[in-house]
């Protein structure tokens, strides 16, 4: 099936954390979800630079085998292709790949 659905992102993070030793002022894992799946993860951070202003980082990891785009407004910001690899079919109940 290849519908695309919007996902929903979880209000409250994983974890939040900060490491003054390495320039994260604060960070924090989200998650969105299809129904109760995790889809995708987002890692986002603020760091300190002593000569620059602070500035938001952020990355994306898939955790479902569909295809998957991030929109930031209407630019496309992170794209996956699909991993059959990942779907359930081919693993077993603890979610490593059966070969």
Known sequence: DNSRFELRMM?????????AA?????????AFVHGTNVEV???I???ADKDAPP???????????????VLLGDDEVWTVGRAP?????RTT???????
Not at 22 to 30: K, N, Q, R
Not at 55 to 69: D, L
Not at 93 to 99: D, E, N, V
């Open 55 to 69: 500035q938001w980082k952020c990355g994306f990891a898939r955790v479902g085998s569909a295809e998957m785009h």
């Open 45 to 47: 951070e603020a760091h």
């Open 22 to 30: 390495a320039g994260i002022l604060s960070g924090a894992l989200f």
């Open 93 to 99: 109940p603890t979610g490593l790949i059966a070969r």
């Open 85 to 89: 690899e990942l779907s359930v079919a």
């Open 41 to 43: 993860l987002l890692l």
């Open 11 to 19: 209000q409250t993070p994983f974890c939040v954390y900060e490491d």
